[in-house]
């Protein structure tokens, strides 16, 4: 049983409401985004050089973040409206890409600090928040999968069910031709 029931009502989609550590993680790499893009050099400091030093430059990172994060968000808030197994991309599946890429980007910034750790011989109390967004991250990610192929799933069996309820009514369920702009034609 889940946390949360879910609200059909919700401004941001019907499941939405048990996401809330995917809407934090959104929010957060847009916030990160917006302050890479702010004047200044964030990667000079000495914790973020590792960073750096792999070629990474802040225009670069705010854009990815940005990128990540608003597909995120935007995926998180059609939630339950868009109809999976038969509208791609599904949801679930731009969610768990995210938390993917969510989880790489928290991973980084978990071994830059910890090889800084080693040159300034003090680990920073940033290692274990990083660590764990990556951990969470990556729940997240198998959260996501896991809920895009039981809606599949789900969606399939209701396909079925309702064959066979057609079925047991003498009736038979066909789909129409489709053309070839995706109008149904009238054959």
Same mark, same amino acid.
């Given at each position: 049983?889940?946390l949360?029931?879910?609200d059909?009502?919700h401004p941001a989609?019907? #499941?939405?409401?048990? !996401? $809330?550590?995917e809407?934090s993680m959104? %929010?957060m790499?847009i916030?990160? +985004?917006?302050?890479l +893009?702010?004047?200044g050099?964030t990667?000079? !400091?000495s +914790? $973020? !050089?590792? &960073?750096?030093a792999?070629?990474?430059?802040e225009e670069?990172m705010?854009? /990815?973040y940005? %990128?990540?994060?608003? =597909?995120?968000? /935007?995926?998180?808030y059609m939630?339950?409206?868009?109809n999976?197994?038969?509208v791609?991309?599904s949801?679930?599946y731009?969610? +768990?890409?995210c =938390?993917? /890429?969510?989880?790489?980007?928290?991973?980084? $910034?978990?071994?830059a600090?910890f090889?800084d750790? /080693?040159h300034a011989?003090?680990?920073?109390l940033n290692?274990? %928040?990083?660590?764990?967004l990556?951990m969470?991250?990556?729940?997240?990610? #198998?959260i996501?999968? !896991?809920?895009?192929?039981r809606r @599949?799933?789900?969606?399939?069996?209701? &396909?079925e069910? $309702?064959r066979?309820?057609?079925?047991?009514s003498?009736?038979v369920?066909t789909? @129409?031709p489709? =053309?070839?702009?995706g109008? =149904?034609?009238?054959?």
């Amino acid at each position: 049983m889940p946390l949360f029931e879910a609200d059909p009502s919700h401004p941001a989609g019907p #499941y939405s409401s048990e !996401r $809330l550590f995917e809407w934090s993680m959104a %929010v957060m790499m847009i916030m990160i +985004a917006l302050t890479l +893009a702010m004047p200044g050099d964030t990667f000079e !400091r000495s +914790a $973020l !050089r590792p &960073i750096a030093a792999l070629g990474a430059t802040e225009e670069n990172m705010a854009t /990815f973040y940005a %990128v990540v994060g608003i =597909a995120r968000a /935007f995926a998180l808030y059609m939630n339950g409206h868009i109809n999976n197994g038969r509208v791609f991309p599904s949801g679930a599946y731009i969610r +768990a890409w995210c =938390a993917l /890429f969510s989880a790489v980007v928290w991973g980084q $910034l978990t071994l830059a600090l910890f090889l800084d750790a /080693f040159h300034a011989n003090s680990p920073s109390l940033n290692i274990p %928040v990083f660590g764990t967004l990556t951990m969470f991250e990556l729940l997240s990610c #198998y959260i996501a999968r !896991r809920d895009a192929v039981r809606r @599949k799933d789900t969606l399939e069996g209701q &396909i079925e069910e $309702l064959r066979a309820s057609a079925a047991a009514s003498g009736l038979v369920l066909t789909p @129409k031709p489709r =053309a070839h702009g995706g109008e =149904a034609t009238d054959a």
